[in-house]
């Protein structure tokens, strides 16, 4: 199923980058080494233990051994795309960078944005520094295959063999406020009541005070949320607010600005949505035969254990 949710890309974006970069406060022994560059142990360890967490939500059975060896070549592969880029002139600009962060802190929040980076114990400074990591690389992708490389009979083509995919889910236009406790979370409800303050007025209130984290999420599945949260958001009335709602985290005031039933995506609606796909499927392709031929002409050392 084809769906929006830049929102949603940037929250696992994010939890990405921080799990890519959380091993630089200690390393240890090099597991490896790509034309002169080692790979630590450390990181090996922190990308494994985040595949197999990933693999065990999806309820798929592992072999370990084989799985570390398949994550050990992927971060060789990094290793040579940075290289490549670099030799290539790819770079990514600071101002770049930070308007990817902003755009994330946007996306998850100064407070979760924030945690985040204390429990990793990770400096900005580093984060910045992973980001351009991922830029970088993922500009590299972008130039072995142009925007252009699908046409418009490959779109169409995919759309009228795969139609049952374009099953539109129903959704929600929605926007929440996160509190610590209930009782702060009741208190700006009874405020809101008492006062006639409108949701998106307190919101963008509490936005500029930095209270608390208030999450624009815009279009997105309920079932993106826990049973609970999305149970209350399916039994709000469109245009109005709720809760609070308790949730993993905290507790909710929740704003359903519309909502979409589910329904069959004409072609129109999703042929951007394909087309990306596509393109991202060449993507996958060639970055694979490149790194492949790469290898083949570096002088790669895996180290025993």
Not at 37 to 58: P, S
Not at 109 to 121: C, H, P, S, T, V
Not at 275 to 291: D, E, G, N, T
Request: with cysteine; proline share 2%.
């Amino acid at each position: 199923m084809l769906t929006g949710g830049g929102m949603n890309f940037r929250i696992l974006y994010f939890i990405a980058v921080v799990i890519c970069i959380s091993c630089s406060a200690g390393c240890s022994r090099p597991v490896a080494e790509v034309n002169g560059e080692k790979i630590d142990k450390a990181v090996l360890d922190l990308h494994f233990r985040e595949k197999v967490q990933e693999l065990a939500q999806q309820n798929i059975s592992i072999d370990k051994a084989k799985l570390k060896k398949a994550v050990l070549q992927e971060l060789i592969g990094e290793k040579l795309i940075l290289k490549e880029a670099a030799a290539r002139g790819i770079r990514v600009s600071a101002e770049e960078v930070t308007k990817e962060i902003d755009a994330i802190r946007k996306s998850v929040g100064d407070k979760q944005f924030n945690k985040a980076l204390r429990e990793k114990k990770l400096s900005l400074d580093a984060f910045k520094d992973r980001t351009r990591e991922k830029m970088t690389m993922k500009a590299f992708i972008e130039s072995l295959v142009g925007e252009d490389a699908v046409s418009e009979e490959e779109i169409r083509d995919f759309y009228g063999n795969s139609r049952k995919t374009f099953i539109k889910p129903s959704r929600v236009f929605m926007s929440m406020i996160e509190f610590d406790t209930e009782d702060a979370a009741r208190a700006v409800a009874d405020n809101m009541k008492k006062n006639k303050i409108e949701f998106d007025d307190m919101a963008k209130k509490i936005s500029n005070e930095r209270k608390t984290a208030v999450m624009e999420y815009g279009w997105v599945s309920p079932d993106f949320f826990s049973p609970l949260l999305a149970n209350a958001i399916n039994n709000i009335e469109d245009g109005a607010y709720g809760g609070p709602y308790k949730g993993q985290k905290g507790y909710y005031l929740i704003k359903v600005k519309e909502r979409q039933r589910e329904s069959i995506a004409k072609y129109e609606e999703v042929k951007d949505d394909i087309r990306k796909a596509l393109v991202s499927q060449k993507r996958q392709a060639a970055v694979a035969h490149w790194i492949a031929q790469k290898k083949k002409a570096s002088k790669i050392e895996v180290f025993p254990k």
